[in-house]
């Protein structure tokens, strides 16, 4: 499974940035997460995920990569 997710400011303010980094102004960014999900019994109720997270693009804004792992149901 491929997620890709983004932001585009309209460029209405002032660019200047906080202290934090955090909640500027003309934020944008392009990120993907390829995720991959495998069933580990046959009924196909239960498995695992593994998610790499990353940023292409980005402006005003901090970005690192991430790795997310996981269980999860089908019901």
Avoid: C, H, W
């Amino acid at each position: 499974m491929l997620k890709i997710n983004g932001i585009e400011s309209l460029n209405n303010g002032s660019a200047a940035a906080t202290d934090s980094g955090l909640f500027s102004n003309n934020v944008e960014f392009l990120g993907v997460s390829p995720e991959l999900l495998y069933f580990v019994n046959a009924k196909k109720t239960f498995g695992v995920s593994a998610r790499l997270g990353a940023a292409l693009k980005g402006q005003n804004v901090l970005a690192a990569p991430s790795l997310s792992v996981g269980v999860f149901a089908n019901f």
